[in-house]
């Protein structure tokens, strides 16, 4: 199997799922005419693949060809990961009342000196709210918010500021950590956010 990238994959007649022998992406092909001492051993055409990284070279010497096809596989989208802190702090901005009834979006990525606050909102008293989000809590991301925290609390026009550690899953040692801190911890259902499950609806 030849692939757009240059990789190719020499499989077993069986069809097993992992290859025999394959080189890696990315590589070049080049087809040439086999040496006589091949030819008197029934080559018809030779295989040099190399690597463009490497000194890694797979040569393959073709002996029949019984068919060949080629596949139009369309435009390469990349690696499309669903459900990417991205999307969360899409659906959240949108829907800032899933943190409680009164809230208010000030703005998505808040810049600040150290980085960018996910979401920066108000509750339903009016204080500013600093939100990290995360696929997966853990600690890190509490220590993250934690500076975020430290550094906003300084702004009066913005002080006081809390934090809320938002995620699909929240580590226990994480949710531990944040409690410590004072920092509510809310976990987000994403499917329900993005209209694909009615957690209303089900039984458990």
């Known amino acids: 199997m030849v692939k757009a990238d240059g990789s190719v994959l020499v499989h077993s007649d069986g069809g097993s799922y992992k290859p025999l ?9 080049r087809v040439s005419s086999p040496e006589d001492i091949d030819l008197e051993l029934g080559v018809m055409e030779q295989w040099t693949v190399q690597s463009a990284k490497t000194d890694d070279r797979l040569i393959i010497n073709i002996h029949e060809q019984l068919h060949e096809s080629s596949h139009d596989l369309g435009v390469d989208p990349g690696l499309i990961k669903d459900g990417v802190e991205a999307d969360l702090q899409r659906l959240l901005a949108e829907q800032i009342e899933t943190l409680g009834s009164g809230f208010s979006l000030i703005r998505r990525e808040y810049f600040t000196a150290i980085g960018p606050v996910d979401i920066l909102a108000r509750d339903a008293d009016g204080a500013t709210v600093a939100i990290e989000l995360k696929r997966r809590g853990d600690i890190d991301g509490v220590e993250q918010l934690t500076r975020y925290l430290e550094l906003l609390n300084r702004d009066p026009l913005l002080a006081p500021v809390r ?41 458990f």
Not at 190 to 201: I, K, L, N, P, T
């Open 163 to 203: 934090g809320i550690f938002a995620a699909q899953q929240i580590k226990p040692q994480a949710k531990v950590l944040a409690t410590d801190r004072g920092i509510d911890c809310i976990t987000l259902d994403y499917d329900a956010m993005r209209g694909v499950d009615d957690s209303e609806s089900r039984l």
């Open 21 to 29: 022998n394959w080189m890696s992406p990315p590589a070049t092909l």
